[in-house]
């Protein structure tokens, strides 16, 4: 069942109705200032850091969901209501809510009367703009009470969700004309407010919670809006909000248009007052107010929001037989990569904002699935997460976007992440061919006096997998590795211990991991990264130091066919009793998802088949109608020496869930291995447009991924098998977006950026007749057309660049040229 459709000329989705499975958000915002933003207008806003500049407030978990918000109140001699439907939920007469690239659009009518609101981030902005169109489309005059409102968030919004003692007691706002600043802690130790204004006279206003809403009222019946009358209310501690209420007549055909802006301010500490030492600067507010302050400048700034959204955009397009394709690599999915870019895993509506910062290893997947939309911000990303990182190569696992520092309090010892790293930088040179990134100076800890090349954060990513082998000559696993619930040195049986950051007593002598577990994962992942650094050796004409680490990556896929290879599959790991994990010698767990599809890629055991003989067990074992799940048969006990992944109900998480970040790992094998048959089959049952049909049992957003499905063991637990089976969970910020942008651009279609240029190797369904496709690739466009007439799913037979016939698959790069016609033809 579908609740919405897209609109794909407008780069739209449109939800037709408010009473989605779940609510269904968009992100605003694109460099400091961010809002999330649901379907019936809930969510929140901040600057920069969702914990420590949180500007609106918002409750996770709410009963029932997604309470809070911006809200618009009309009040219609009696008949109160939303445009967005909620938080009073009248049924609507008429109700669209239109999430496109970065601004959300809401319309409600009801008995006559037509709101409509489009809420945006403007481009170098701090604020975000809400422009509300009222219209009478009925025969006779409309008088009615409008009212807004926005609830302040006491900015840092870990503190603000516990400390009450304090915090009912500091909130401070002040109200000049019709707009209403949220001041609380500027007078000491903050330099910054905000403020919500709107361009029209009002006839009140209310800034204290419990004067609007009423103690024992809710957000659906704010005391005020059902008076029909603000209270002119001023808060002093308890709950500052801002809520501007307007009395409005319309005759028939006639409309209103207002433009409200919440908006965030910072000044420096000498400017911060007035020369009474007390009233706030307002010089910068109000030049934020008048920036769009008329509908005109309203529509300059969503022009030009549209323009930066369509260059993006239009970087990669491709068109093939299947438009559910074309909408997620045109659109929706490179759309995502960029709000991973901006979010990375802090705040949706599944990630509550005062959790973790920036992932050391979430971050650098991410660039490779947006490296092609910014390179430059992509280069800065990559040179700030590899500044987190060791002299020995390990790193931090995550650090503060504010501050841009490694977090203490998780520590590092994450065995794959020095690994990503190599992919990020390598992705990067592909891209853009500027090898100069190797040579920038990059920190150790953010510490400049012991920085060194970022080649040499490579060497000793690398070589920090080669230093830290274990007795199979295997990686280390230490702590976790991509999968965090894969703990073999944990060993916890007390509750609250941090799976994996938790140093059993065991292993304290050892420093703080067992030196027998090792990770068949990441073994897999460095034979896949490790021949990109030794590509770039080479580029730079270091050719022994290239000879040396490909002896390691040799003497690695060895080590993988001799103790790590299965029969059938590849092995998951060894625990810290030197036993086997992912075996068919195991009770549960016997086949892992994570190393198969690097171990297929990079060719190891390829000359006795275990490529295909792994896809064929994959097959067997992992996929479902909606996915692969992580492991099968799941874990239905509590496996002491596996950790977290144990934990959860089997079909959930990475307990046997469908996690669709490592689904396009297997896509990438099977397109890699020539089966692009296969590889199609597996991304259109994860691929979100394609679960837009069955969007009721999916329940998250049908334009966008999320972190996992429900695996075909959900409800097991429970004696349900099959229950919550499909159902999608985390949405927005996830690694799949990334992942599986790789995919379907890199390997099912082929388009994909090497050292030496673009390479097109497409691995398609063989029924598809071909495709083209438009990508701007350093400085240049190629327009690229793709024939199969012999209806394959992998081989290129002959290309044609310019009209010249040319071997390989790269289209060799001629100086100056603009335009790279390319033709192939496959067979
Ligand atoms: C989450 C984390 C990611 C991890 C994955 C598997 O998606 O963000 O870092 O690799 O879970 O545990
Ligand atoms: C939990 C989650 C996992 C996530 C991790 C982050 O283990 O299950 O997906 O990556 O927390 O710390």
New binding site residues.
Partial sequence: MKFGYFDDANKEYVITTPKTPYPWINYLGTQGFFSLISNTAGGYSFYKDARLRRITRYRYNNVPIDMGGRYFYINDNGTIWNPGWSPVKTELDEYECRHGMGYTKITGKKNDLKVNVTFFVPQDYDGEVQQVVITNEGSAEKSFAFFSFAEWCLWDAQDDSNNFQRNFSTGRVEVDGSVIYHKTEYRDRRNHYAFYSVNDEIDGYDTDRDSFIGLYNGFNNPEAVLAGKATNSFADGWSPIASHYKKITLKPGETKTLVFILGYVEMPQAEKFEADGKTINKVKAKAMIEKYSTPEKFEEGMKELKTYWNKLLSILSVTTPDDKVDRMVNIWNQYQCMVTFNLS?SASYFESGI??GM?FRDSNQDVLGFVHQIPDRAKERIIDIASTQFPDGGCYHQYQPLTKKGNAD?GGDFSDDPLWLILSVSAYIKETGDWSILDEMVPYDNDMSVAQTMLDHLTVSFYHIVNNLGPHGLPLAMR?DWN??INLSCFSDTPGE???TYTNPKFAAEGGYSKVAESVMVATLFTYSGPNYVEILKHLGKNEEAAKAQAEIDKMKKNIMESAWDGDWFLRAYDANGEKMGSKECEEGQIFIEPQGFAIMSDVGKEQGTDLKTLAAIDERLNTKYGLVLNNPAFTKYYIQYG?IST?PGGY??NAGI?THNNAWIICAAAYAGQGDQAFKYYSEIAPAFTEETSDIHKTEPYVYG??IGGKDAGSDIGQTGKNFGQGK?SWLTGTAAWNMVAISQYILGIQPDFDGLSINPSIPHEWDGFTAIRRYRGATYNITVKNPNHVCKGVASMEVNGQAVDGCIVPITDGQKEYNVVITMG
């Fill in positions: 895993r959790g973790r992932g998780i976790a965090d619930c941090s799976f994996q977290e959860y998480k990475e996690f972190q996992m985390n």
